[in-house]
């Protein structure tokens, strides 16, 4: 019963051991990788922000034509608009 113990106190604590070397040598080369494409990253934010921008500025456009007395009721003064939820 004792052996058991030891052999396996041992064994876990070369399981451990071995499981934090990966651990570090993980996260030593993903930290290098992620420095060497951050000018990527930062460019796929700035692209994918200006996409959204396009869509939802031409989206708006879009409602405008639809709605023209969205923003004016012919008379120089503000309209409201309701929009019906059916």
Request: with cysteine; proline share 0%; aromatic share 12%.
């Amino acid at each position: 019963m004792e052996y058991f113990f030891v052999v396996n106190c041992i064994g876990t604590i070369i399981f451990i051991i071995v499981d934090i070397a990966c651990g570090i040598l993980f996260h030593s080369i993903l930290g290098s990788l992620l420095k060497e494409v951050e000018l990527l990253r930062h460019s796929i934010f700035i692209i994918f922000m200006v996409v959204i921008t396009i869509v939802v500025f031409l989206n708006l456009k879009e409602t405008q034509k639809r709605n023209k007395s969205l923003f004016s009721s012919g008379k120089g003064e503000l309209a409201f608009v309701v929009y019906d939820s059916e």
